[in-house]
């Protein structure tokens, strides 16, 4: 098993089914003969029209003005709070959301930004309260407290609107900036049937992730308004992100905004037909929403349940006490009644 809590690759030679996470999903075809057939050029000459056309779409979508493209999540997060904040300067994040808990810290070990985690409540959001009482004043000995970074969905949870706008306004009133990270921004729209500007809308900026369950091989889009684009991209380019035809990665996003954005709701449903059968096994406490579950089986039989699964080839978290199980396109109905199967088959200790 990793330090990072997932099963080793090797976990398990027969997989038949990686319920790890939604970011193992491979190229569909359709995905691979749209990145073949992309016209390319090069992008850090502005001259990838493909490039040119993912950005202009997401962009439009979510109702901001422009967007960069970005081979990762990581460092499109990272290039939005060197956008917002200076060295010196303080962000407000969630203290179990992935800017906080999963990016190395690259905020404080590239660009001096120091980070100020809040609770993360039940609901995946931040109380109101609390984001006013982790601003700091202007005050030498402080931080200059200069950016809210939220995140939604949160763990598979979507964040209500309502909750993320009490945040926003106590961000607002006290002028600093909002960053979303929406990695799974299309998951959680599907989940509220919202429209995609009007889940962006609260934001300055926003990052979206096409290489979880959108099913491209790489690839984050990180959307805001023209006045921070250069910057944003002197960003990119300091991160050492910039790419040449990267065209062919933009091709496999446009193809799964298309494609692959109406067929989340089906990954919803699977979790939630897999939610459900594990309620009857009593392995464990069970919750789901979106395409992740988190079980929790008792300590004793947490090592016992993952070799079980491996040895019937289903790959699934080594998180420990909750694991994380997640649904996306690349398991299909025969592969999730064979991990049901699976689960059934484990006799719980108790
Ligand atoms: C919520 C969230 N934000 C950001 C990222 C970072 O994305 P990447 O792995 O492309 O750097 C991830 C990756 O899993 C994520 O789950």
């Not at 090069?42 to 979510?62: F, I, K, M």
């Not at 491209?216 to 959307?223: D, I």
């Not at 699964?309 to 649904?327: E, T």
Request: negative net charge; charged residues 20%.
């Amino acid at each position: 098993m990793s330090l990072y809590g997932y099963i080793a690759a090797d976990a398990g030679t027969n997989c038949i089914c990686d319920l790890r996470s939604d970011t193992m999903t491979k190229p569909s075809a359709g995905m691979r003969e749209a990145m073949i057939a992309a016209p390319l050029g090069d992008d850090v000459y502005g001259e990838d029209p493909t490039v040119a056309r993912l950005e202009q779409e997401l962009a439009a979508r979510l109702g901001k003005d422009a967007a960069v493209f970005f081979p990762t999540g990581t460092q499109s997060n990272l290039a939005a709070v060197m956008a917002h904040c200076g060295r010196g300067d303080e962000m407000i994040v969630g203290d179990r959301y992935h800017l906080f808990c999963d990016e190395a810290a690259g905020v404080s070990v590239l660009a001096g930004v120091s980070m100020n985690p809040v609770p993360v409540s039940d609901d995946g959001g931040l109380d109101p309260d609390r984001i006013t009482a982790a601003i700091k004043v202007d005050d030498p000995h402080y931080a200059r407290s200069r950016l809210l970074s939220l995140e939604n969905s949160v763990g598979g949870r979507v964040v209500p609107l309502d909750r993320i706008a009490a945040g926003v306004k106590v961000a607002r009133k006290a002028g600093l900036a909002v960053h979303l990270d929406g990695a799974r921004f299309f998951n959680a729209i599907t989940a509220l049937g919202c429209d995609a500007a009007t889940f962006a809308a609260p934001f300055d900026t926003v990052s979206v992730c096409l290489s979880k369950g959108l099913g491209t091989p790489a690839g984050s889009v990180l959307v805001g308004p023209n006045s921070m684009m250069g910057q944003i991209r002197r960003n990119r380019k300091i991160l050492g992100g910039a790419m040449r035809q990267s065209g062919v990665l933009a091709a496999a996003g446009l193809y799964a905004l298309e494609h692959h954005v109406p067929q989340l709701a089906e990954d919803h449903a699977r979790a939630a037909r897999l939610a459900d059968a594990l309620r009857s096994t009593g392995i464990g406490e069970v919750q789901c929403q979106t395409n992740m579950i988190f079980l929790t089986p008792t300590p004793e039989d947490h090592a016992r349940l993952t070799s079980h699964m491996a040895q019937a080839g289903v790959k699934i978290g080594g998180q420990s006490p909750a694991i994380r199980l997640v649904l996306h396109r690349d398991v299909d109905d025969d592969a999730l009644d064979a991990a049901i199967r699976a689960f059934q088959s484990f006799p719980p200790s108790t």
